[in-house]
């Protein structure tokens, strides 16, 4: 018995002792038989069909299984094959004498040629298994030759198809526009494609159209499969490609860090357009760094591009944490505004941020809640688009405020920007004097402050996680010209609907605390008895 095949007695003894665990590699330098890191050990099949073929047995120096043990990965070492009329008959002959091996159906003619290649020092002859002629799913086998004309390498299998459950009812173009519906494709950058395959899954094949949509909005390279009889969805995945890079920040504002260097998530190509944040300069052309360095000290131009992306990714990850994934697209934010602007804004009609440098204010730019603030107006218009005037206005500017001290975990809102006012905050959510109705002065960013405060104690009342979750899913409930009783009953049936109104005693109190409860809104409210006397009233009237 040569030493490889004592490793395969052992390896089969490992697999019966204990079937969870993965292979342990033998000292050995060569004949090493394992499956890819974490996987499951090698099917007893798969193991067959290494045992099946004695030349390979003899001469393999490793073989690799899949990571789910069920076939043959890779298989690496020096094996001489018979001179036909071409190499790639040659080659194909070898893979024939070792079906079992490779999974290789009887049939000849589901071995496809799928063409050769030389390179790195070896030529590489490429096999695929197609049924009917469609092509099956990961079922590429690549045979490379060496400069001494014996076969190196073998990498890859076909996969086992016992049968193949569907038919084809749906076109090409229905596939596509199925796939683009799916998405919720608004913006296409290049027409979309479909081929058909044959997607395999526990040993069943389904034909497949596998549809490629290149989309501006969802941004993404997309690759969904779509059954080719049901239209059903099987499959999505992303291949653009995202990758960290790092830029210089506050992580919060000038007078609470330094600047540091932080990641930068999710970048594209070399510009801080990312998955999730599309910064652009108003002042200057934008960054470009083609390593994905964006680190500038803090009087360069650029520096307050390379914050506000990684402020738009925090938040945009701390919405995407509460469950709301109508921002998943890049948000536009501009910043060094016009000349020495003194506001920052969300634009409706752009669905976009924008940022001054501020004249009498600090840049608006650089402080955390100035962001967190105005990407909150932009999360609450994607789920209500509230009035920006009254008690509508003032729930906007409250909840904006809101969510921005919670993601900061402070509730005073805009403390660098006004401290070149000598003032401490724009606004602090951990004030009590704001009470309705009488604090109401008919402006949105001071009658927010009724609002804001009263989202700020229900946070302190009921924890953070709660409370965030609780308002954002109070805003489904509002309509566009919401007071602050719609607003008290948006968070009770927000609570009754999430959470079995296990919160309806503590949201009661403590907006009463605020004045915010049905007595106070008496103008407003009738029972039904009193609708009753006002029709009884009109109708004795008018006639
Ligand atoms: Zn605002």
């Not at 099949?45 to 069920?70: C, H, P, Y």
């Not at 990965?73 to 008959?89: H, I, L, Q, T």
């Not at 496809?112 to 790195?120: A, H, K, L, M, P």
């Not at 997309?222 to 960290?244: H, K, P, Q, T």
């Amino acid at each position: 018995m040569t030493r490889f095949m004592q490793l395969i007695v052992f390896v089969a003894l490992c697999c019966s002792l204990s079937a969870a665990q993965a292979f342990v590699a033998p000292e050995e330098k060569h004949n090493v038989l394992r499956s890819d890191d974490n996987g499951r050990p090698a099917s007893t099949r798969a193991i067959e069909g290494v045992m099946s073929s004695a030349d390979i047995l003899e001469k393999a120096e490793q073989v690799i299984f899949t990571a789910d043990g069920s076939r043959v990965s890779s298989v690496r070492g020096r094996f001489a094959f018979e001179r036909r009329e071409s190499s790639e008959a040659a080659v194909r002959a070898f893979l024939l004498a070792h079906r079992s091996l490779f999974n290789l159906p009887d049939d000849r003619s589901m071995l496809e040629f799928s063409g050769d290649r030389s390179g790195g020092g070896s030529r590489q002859f490429n096999y695929q298994m197609r049924i009917c002629d469609i092509p099956v799913e990961a079922s590429e086998i690549a045979v490379y030759v060496g400069n001494d004309n014996e076969i190196v390498l073998i990498n890859g299998s076909f996969p086992i198809v016992g049968e193949i459950a569907n038919s084809i009812s749906l076109d090409a173009a229905a596939a596509i526009a199925i796939a683009e519906k799916q998405l919720g494709l608004q913006k296409r950058r290049v027409n979309s494609s479909a081929e058909r395959l044959i997607h395999v899954e526990e040993n069943v094949g389904r034909v497949c159209y596998r549809v490629h949509v290149a989309a501006a909005q969802p941004l993404g390279d997309w690759e969904l499969l779509i059954d080719a009889e049901s239209g059903a969805e099987v499959s999505r995945r992303n291949l653009m490609r995202f990758y960290d890079g790092k830029g210089s920040t506050y992580v919060s504002h000038p007078l609470k860090c330094e600047p540091t260097v932080e990641t930068l998530p999710d970048l594209i190509d070399g510009t801080l357009k990312g998955r999730y944040a599309d910064i652009h300069n108003d002042e200057t052309a934008n960054a470009v760094s083609e390593d994905g360095t964006f680190v500038y000290p803090t009087h360069n131009l650029h520096f307050n591009e390379a914050m506000m992306y990684y402020l738009v990714n925090r938040v945009h990850a701390y919405f995407s944490g509460l469950g709301f994934d109508r921002l998943d697209s890049p948000m536009k934010a501009v910043v060094r505004y016009d000349v020495l602007y003194d506001n920052a804004f969300f634009s409706v009609l752009e669905n976009a941020l924008y940022f001054g440098d501020g004249y009498k204010f600090n840049d608006l730019a650089r402080e955390e809640s100035v962001c967190f603030h105005e990407y909150a107006h932009a999360a609450r218009h994607q789920i209500v688009k509230l009035k920006y005037e009254g008690e509508a206005g003032a729930i906007d500017e409250g909840v904006a405020d809101y969510f921005s001290a919670s993601l900061s975990d402070d509730p005073i809102v805009g403390e660098f920007i006004v401290a070149k006012m000598n003032k401490p905050w724009l606004r602090n959510l951990s004030e009590a004097q704001h009470h309705y109705p009488e604090s109401i002065v008919g402006q949105v960013h001071e009658d927010g402050k009724i609002w804001g405060c009263t989202l700020w104690d229900l946070r302190v009342r009921l924890g953070a996680a709660t409370a965030d979750r609780l308002v954002l899913n109070s805003l489904y409930y509002l309509s566009p010209d919401a007071t602050f009783l719609h607003g008290l009953n948006a968070l009770l049936l927000a609570d009754e609907n999430t959470s079995a109104g296990k919160n309806s005693a503590v949201i009661r109190e403590v907006l009463a605390a605020r004045g915010i409860c049905e007595e106070n809104s008496r103008r407003y409210i009738f029972s039904g008895r009193q609708i009753r006397q006002i029709i009884h009233f009109e109708s004795l009237h008018n006639n």
